[in-house]
């Protein structure tokens, strides 16, 4: 499609990925060397000691070899893994992520939208309560934004509202969005955000996230939004703390640091009022320490740290939302799966590294009793599609099975 060329854009392209591919060229190519090589030596063998089987070696030989089911092991394996994965509403860039995800030993996580739901929690408005016409155009706002606290915002306040026009409309990332509704200009975002602009924020401690909003230049309140963890998110991190490093970065501030410190145990690390170059910088500080990195978060204000990352996997809530700075794109009701998706990786690339032993064991026994002058070349004809067939059937058959557990 259209959208899946955009991803593969090289702007968007890493270079970590084809180790199998890059293994399975390596083979062939020193394969193709070798079985000339036995064959030339088989047939030179039988010229001197019995020369009606020189020529059977020889052409037996270059029949009963199978380079290709080398070749066959990994787009089959990894290509069934990645339909399994879509059918669960779990989107790879192409295959070669698997092979990445498989490698993965630190995953980093976003906070707002991607452990917490979208969606779930209170959403109180602390201030002059806002008249009709401010919350249809607060309304407007939120519409334009995908940013999960502008979501359920506007969820918050739709009420039947028509949206008004919005004018040179506006968002930064990890701060805030502003535009022009019916002549007014708003800014809704962070504190530090409109005090740069030079509004006076008064101290709000809140309950969860917390965006205020200015209107024409002058603070008119905030909305304070309770934050619910998504279901089973504490089995996953669990499950995830026994294999991997974790940690955890969010543009908040620091309000719920002793919630998700019980929940990650401790064993992590945690940071907030992170912007979203500070989150690019912790990706490659762990990469710079040999870390292969995982990043889960939104596709916005995470863009450089999921491009940065070795697998950047873009939470949506709904599938459709484009995301071309990540590697996966991933339904939000998927990211209590994310340790299955991991181990199902790792599984995928086994079955890979299996075919590539069961074709290795075959054109081992197979070219040894072919050069032998043992097989003739209708029987190594015969032979020599079976064992395709069996690495396909392998691939498919055991990567479909560990899929269905």
Known sequence: SYLTSLWNQEAFRKKKGELLKTLTNTYSQRFTKNVLAIALGAAVFWALVNPALSLKAFTSVLIVAC????????????????????????????????????????????????LTAAGVGSVNWQGTPLGEAEERRLYSMTRHSTHPHAVRIGEAIAQQHYPDPVRAFLETPGSGMEGSVAGHEIWMGSAAWLASRQVTVPHFPGHGSVVHVAINGSYRGCFDLANALRPDTSRLIDGLS?????????????????RFSALFGGRADLRFNQSPLNKLGFIRELQASGKTVMMVGDGLNDAGALKQSDVGVAVVEDIHAFSPASDAIIASRMVPRLHDMLRFSKSAVRVVRLGIVISGIYNVIGISIAAAGLLSPVVCAILMPLSSVTVVVVACGLTSWLGRR
């Open 67 to 114: 380079p290709c089911a080398l070749a066959l092991a990994a787009p089959f394996a990894l290509g069934t893994a990645q339909r399994i994965l879509a059918r669960r509403n779990v989107f790879l860039k192409n295959v070669h992520v698997l092979e990445t995800l498989a490698q993965v030993d630190t995953v980093v996580f976003d906070k707002t939208g991607t």
């Open 242 to 258: 026994a294999q991997y490093k974790l940690a955890l970065l969010s543009g908040d501030n620091e309000k719920e640091r002793e």
